[in-house]
């Protein structure tokens, strides 16, 4: 009970999120708005990356293994979601500052890549 409550609250914050996210974007231009729309920005595509993956990796699990996922496991789609929501935040930074080149994304996927095996491993302990 408690997983379908948190749930619906990562569906109601990527709603929200998107809802934001676009609003900046279109309404209230980030270029002319000064340091706080990019924050405004980066944190609602943060958040929105975060929990469409959630939701997206959470329905994966639950197709690939056929059964519901435990609380165990959705400590592990919230990190890797965490995780891809911060790897999108940062490429589109540093598309922004126009630095963003192959061997950066490359880096950057591998970087998050070997933080999520180090949690993996710690867990196995």
């Excluded at 598309?95 to 867990?123: G, P």
């Amino acid at each position: 009970m408690y997983l379908q409550k948190y749930l619906y609250g990562v569906h109601f914050l990527a709603v929200l999120s998107a809802i934001i996210l676009l609003g900046t974007i279109f309404m209230y231009s980030p270029a002319r708005g000064g340091m706080w729309s990019y924050v405004l920005l980066y944190g609602s595509l943060f958040v929105c990356a975060s929990s469409l993956s959630m939701m997206s990796l959470l329905t994966l699990w639950q197709r690939l293994a056929q059964t519901q996922a435990s609380h165990e496991d959705f400590v592990i789609i919230e990190r890797q979601g965490v995780l891809v929501g911060v790897l999108i935040t940062a490429l589109v930074l540093l598309q922004q500052f126009s630095i963003l080149f192959w061997w950066n994304t490359i880096i950057l996927t591998c970087s998050i890549l070997v933080f999520e095996l180090y949690f993996i491993t710690r867990d196995k302990d």
